[in-house]
């Protein structure tokens, strides 16, 4: 008597017309940011994004309207979940030096060594000529931070924590260096390397007093 066909474990199973979209969107965003970074905005082609992703131009429609929904999609598929874990940050009920400290390793090992990096890059060549790109940046991005931070920071003054309210007008100072690093590491690096980790905790050393780090 013949055995019955054994049955296919998930582990064999061919994947789902699901699974397969979402992989192609995926290499349509990771195509996209190499094509953007290569030529800039303006210059790039959803043709050569397509062939970057193996796929057909008109894949790229099934998934995004035009070049500039595939644009704001990486914005928000790559710093998205990055800037939630930062306002969780500051949601906790920690000192702020501690803080401090969490936030420069969470830049560090979350976006400086990461494609985040270059998302930022785009931002500062690409933002001044498209001011809607900017305007969804901030809005999807520094807006979130930027009131986690305020919200923290005075609860800082508020509590004896911090002395003054710079920081809480003015939580840019906190960010500098890391953008400094991000600047410096694609221009000049190659002449003298910049670490980014001690750049940005000197300026935490600076701004809440001396910590892990000198």
Do not use: C
């Amino acid at each position: 008597m013949q055995a019955p066909a054994k049955t296919k474990t998930k582990a064999q199973r061919p994947p789902r017309r699901e699974e397969k979209s979402a992989a192609r969107r995926e290499a349509i965003l990771a195509a996209a940011l190499n094509e953007f970074s290569a030529r800039g905005f303006a210059a790039a082609r959803l043709d050569d994004v397509a062939k970057r992703a193996g796929v057909a131009k008109g894949t790229i429609y099934l998934h995004f309207r035009d070049k500039e929904a595939l644009f704001q999609e990486i914005i928000r598929s790559l710093m998205g979940p990055f800037v939630g874990t930062v306002e969780l940050a500051f949601n906790a009920n920690i000192p702020l030096r501690r803080l401090a400290d969490q936030v420069v390793e969470l830049f560090v090992r979350e976006v400086f060594g990461t494609r985040r990096k270059d998302v930022i890059r785009l931002m500062m060549t690409e933002g001044p000529r498209f001011p809607k790109l900017a305007e969804f940046y901030y809005r999807e991005v520094l807006s979130r931070v930027f009131t986690a931070a305020r919200k923290r920071l005075q609860r800082g003054v508020d509590s004896g924590e911090l002395s003054h309210k710079v920081l809480v007008r003015y939580p840019q100072l906190i960010a500098a260096p890391g953008i400094t690093a991000i600047i410096w590491s694609g221009l000049f690096d190659r002449f003298e390397p910049l670490d980014a980790r001690e750049l940005m905790q000197a300026q935490m050393n600076i701004l809440f007093g001396e910590g892990k780090a000198s």
